[in-house]
């Protein structure tokens, strides 16, 4: 089983409260990503780092902000939570072995605005 | 655009029986196809990789299959299993890119009754 870990798994906050959703990864890797997925719906890239003071805004438009002051450490942070922010909210960090990409997910955060 | 298309949307078998799961895909240049398992409120988890050069590829019950000039790939599940019930996910990676892109299929939601 992959060492990336989210916190919490689970979330129910009122609109216009502060939230940070964490993410820490044991392995060592540069690249982590956050990702979006709705029910049935296909992941969505909102943010992604390369390394350390790395990131980059995703596909997906997204009114979240993400920071990478350490490696092993990406958190993702909604200053003002609204009713459309409900979602799943996946972190993954990935290796490159041969050329090949290998990314492992956390478990999710599923966040609940009312 | 690079998309990744996966049928059907969902699946119902009964437990014992196979199935197959498609994925057609337009991403280029392509690097690499994987198969994830997504349990439900949980993060993907790896089941398969194929590469440019590979046409099929098994882990246990799973067999992938990769026709890389029809740009097709397909998942088989054998005498499928209660814990089968999942969200089946391919996911193509480009080597076009320094980020080594991964783009997400919306998933196969495969349900398996006693």
């Known amino acids: 089983e992959a060492d990336i870990y989210q916190t919490p798994r689970y979330l129910v906050i009122g609109t216009g409260k502060k939230i940070t959703l964490e993410c820490s990864q044991t392995m060592g890797h540069d690249k982590m990503y956050w990702y979006q997925q709705d029910p049935g719906m296909e992941l969505h890239l909102i943010h992604y780092?390369?390394?350390?003071?790395?990131?980059e805004k995703g596909d997906l438009s997204s009114e979240s902000t993400v920071s990478r002051i350490r490696t092993e450490h990406f958190p993702l942070t909604l200053e003002s939570a609204r009713p459309s922010h409900t979602s799943q909210y996946l972190c993954a960090s990935s290796e490159e072995h041969r050329g090949l990409t290998e990314a492992f997910f956390g478990q999710g955060t599923r966040l609940t605005v009312v | 655009k690079n998309q990744v298309e996966q049928s059907p949307q969902s699946l119902i078998i009964l437990e014992g029986k196979n199935c197959t799961l498609q994925c057609n895909y337009t991403v280029s240049p392509f690097s690499n196809l994987r198969w994830y398992k997504q349990d439900t409120g949980r993060g993907p988890v790896s089941l398969t990789i194929m590469t440019f050069s590979e046409n099929t590829k098994s882990n246990g019950r799973y067999t992938a299959t990769l026709d890389a000039d029809t740009k097709q790939s397909s998942l088989h599940i054998t005498a499928s299993q209660l814990s089968d019930s999942a969200s089946y996910i391919c996911v193509v990676s480009d080597r076009g890119s320094t980020l080594g892109r991964l783009y997400f299929g919306r998933g196969t939601q495969l349900t398996v009754w006693p």
């Open positions: 780092s390369y390394g350390v003071n790395s990131t």
